[in-house]
Nanobody, 123 residues
């Protein structure tokens, strides 16, 4: 089994910043896995926000967060981060991290998910 634990969510005013963290443990060689951050807003489907390759050299972002969010990882600490700047009300959602892989250049999620961390942006 793989455990993913997210933290760092909270309430912030529009224009503010938050940094999310996700620590992986269990039956995983963290550095062998691409990682992704997803979010799910009320009444909406879960969407991929950002993903990062095993070594961190390749990063991809949803158009809605480009230039505002930065994904990074620390393989020595089995941790992936999501730095979120210039937050707005549309960023309000539960944020989840995920292990995955790239297939034909696209990030594909595994079945391992954390419990999520709530981000609420007040306008």
């Amino acid at each position: 089994q793989v455990q993913l634990v997210e933290s760092g969510g909270g309430w912030v005013q529009a224009g503010g910043s938050l940094r999310l963290s996700c620590v992986a443990s269990g039956r995983i060689i963290f550095s062998f896995n691409a990682m992704g951050w997803y979010r799910q807003a009320p009444g909406k489907q879960r969407e991929l926000v950002a993903d990062i390759s095993r070594g961190g050299g390749s990063r991809n972002y949803a158009d809605s967060v480009k230039g505002r969010f930065t994904i990074s990882r620390d393989n020595a600490k089995n941790t992936v981060f999501l730095q979120m700047n210039s937050l707005n009300a549309e960023d309000t959602a539960v944020y989840y991290c995920n292990t995955g892989m790239y297939t034909s250049g696209r990030y594909v999620s595994s079945n391992y998910w954390g419990q999520g961390t709530q981000v609420t942006v007040s306008s």
